[in-house]
């Protein structure tokens, strides 16, 4: 339950004024009195419109509960007067008193409104926004099932000025290859789907000289409709309650092995083993530098990055990172400081061209940056 930080104050007869004030705290009980009517209207967001069959009732009784007529209106008897919290409801829309996340999401929870109910109140006006959804369809070229596909959702948003796709959202295809996103706020949307093999997807690293000798077919990750980029994506605007439709029709393929050979800083056989990396990250990118849903994995005895790729034009990006960190007290105040050098990264692009890539090199290279010192200081308690 969300509780909104307005109350709105329903004057008598003789005003048909509503008026919403912002209290620092809930208002005083009104009067006591026999229970009233309270009847008023409910209207859609987008439109203005009457919003007809939605549901209103008191939060926490639902025996309240009525729906809305063919004008959008309601009545609802034997309500005690003083502050009420009146909960409005119909599948498609959300309280326009509730935002959508950053995500682009409107949460399924329900709002309530602090309404204080007097006798011979005038009518209450209630709005539902109509949310928007978008639906698909997934077919495999080998006429398979297409179930249980991940299909990840991307909201354009703006950040720090600038325009960027964060990821909203995930869902699967059921056995009929159908997926859906629903309660979506008003924006511009893309989607793609993960990469899915034919056979069990690779879960163990290959023996070195045997990534040749790996064939594995599957479907690439493609974005709607059918491109390998977010710069060809279709972008799908939606207002209003729109109902969009996004269909993929996926073709199997090879997957090949790649391998490349990763080389630390310093000298010697025993260099990576010196800087001692306790994580390390890696991740492929596309030809324009934009991070693709394949997997790759590090094996820190041979030190190589390996993957399975469809054809086409990549990059690797590696990271390890050595977490160390010198620090000292002195009177009581804790100094820790990041000192440079505690990471390396490199990157390497290629392509896969229908056969295996096994022959590159990723060397590292320091990730210079300022230190950083952080002071952590405890003030004396306060004195009794």
Not at 20 to 39: F, I, K, S, W
Not at 279 to 303: C, F, K, T, W
Request: no cysteine; aromatic share 6%; glycine share 10%.
């Amino acid at each position: 339950m969300v509780v909104s930080i307005f109350w709105l104050t329903l004057i008598g007869a003789e005003s048909s004024a509503q008026v919403v004030q912002e209290l620092d705290g809930p208002p005083r009980n009104a009067a006591a009195g026999p229970p009233v009517t309270v009847h008023g209207l409910v209207r859609n967001g987008a439109s203005g419109e009457p919003l007809p069959r939605a549901l209103v009732r008191i939060d926490g009784d639902a025996s309240t509960g009525t729906l809305t007529d063919g004008e959008g209106r309601f009545e609802l008897p034997d309500i005690p007067v003083g502050p009420q919290s009146f909960v409005v409801k119909k599948p498609g829309f959300v309280d326009q008193s509730y935002e959508a996340g950053a995500a682009g999401l409107w949460a399924n929870r329900d709002f309530g409104h602090n309404v204080i109910v007097i006798a011979e109140m005038p009518d209450v006006v209630f709005t539902l926004t109509p949310v928007n959804s978008i639906r698909g369809q997934i077919q495999l070229s080998t006429s398979d099932p297409a179930q249980g596909i991940v299909v990840t959702l991307l909201k354009r948003a703006v950040q720090d000025g600038r325009a960027v796709w964060q990821a909203a959202t995930t869902a699967r295809t059921n056995t009929e290859g159908l997926f859906r996103f629903g309660n979506l706020a008003d924006g511009s949307y893309a989607l793609y789907t993960e990469p899915t093999m034919d056979s069990e997807s690779a879960t163990s690293l290959i023996e070195a000289g045997n990534a040749a000798n790996i064939a594995r077919s599957g479907y690439a990750s493609v974005f709607y409709p059918e491109v390998r980029d977010l710069t060809g994506a279709a972008k799908i605007m939606l207002t209003g309650g729109e109902q969009a439709e996004a269909n993929f029709s996926l073709v199997s393929e090879p997957f090949h092995a790649v391998a490349a050979t990763v080389t630390f800083p310093g000298r010697g056989a025993n260099a990576a083993r010196d800087q001692s990396p306790t994580m390390v990250s890696v991740i492929v990118l596309d030809a324009l530098g934009h991070q693709l849903p394949y997997n790759a994995q590090y094996d820190p005895e041979a030190r190589t990055v390996q993957a399975l790729l469809p054809d086409g034009n990549y990059s690797i990006e590696i990271i390890a990172t050595t977490s160390r960190s010198s620090g000292s007290t002195v009177g009581g105040i804790q100094t820790f400081t990041a000192p440079d050098g505690a990471s390396q990264t490199g990157q390497v692009s290629f392509a896969v061209a229908g056969r295996a890539v096994t022959n590159l090199r990723i060397p590292l290279a320091q990730a210079h940056s300022s230190p950083v010192q952080m002071t952590l200081a405890q003030s004396s308690p306060p004195s009794t």
